[in-house]
């Protein structure tokens, strides 16, 4: 059996592999990509949030801002301090249903990467 004995400083970025045959894969999506996914992915929070009406304090509200979300990434220059705001607003509305929370986290993942 080989011993690895690794010390590192800071890394930087999110792939990283060690020992033989090891392979780090960074997937790199571009940012029109991210944002088509984004836009799907804030198709399925509305629906998720038709299906759990009843369990999402002023669901109607959320909704409406997951559309403004869509709105504002369809301009040429989004205003991102507004978009993230707006997520924020969505994600503590939807915290106490799991799907929708995941989705929300995903989503706002998804923008920090395209809009750093």
């Known amino acids: 059996m080989d011993y690895y004995n690794i010390k590192t400083g800071s890394i930087v970025g999110s792939a990283v592999a060690v020992g ?3 392979k780090a894969v960074q997937a790199n999506i571009s940012g029109r ?3 088509h996914e984004v836009t799907a992915d804030l198709d399925r ?3 998720l949030l038709e299906e759990h009406r009843t369990e999402v304090p002023h669901s109607e509200a959320i909704e409406q801002f997951a559309v403004m979300v869509k709105e504002e990434l369809a301009q040429d220059d989004p205003d991102v301090g507004l978009v993230h705001k707006l997520l924020a607003r969505i994600a ?3 915290s106490a249903v799991g799907a929708l929370a995941e989705a929300i986290t995903k989503i706002q993942d998804l923008i920090s990467h395209v809009f750093k």
Do not use: N
């Open 45 to 47: 929070v509305i629906l």
């Open 20 to 22: 033989p045959k090891a």
């Open 33 to 35: 990509e991210s944002l």
């Open 92 to 94: 503590a509305g939807v």
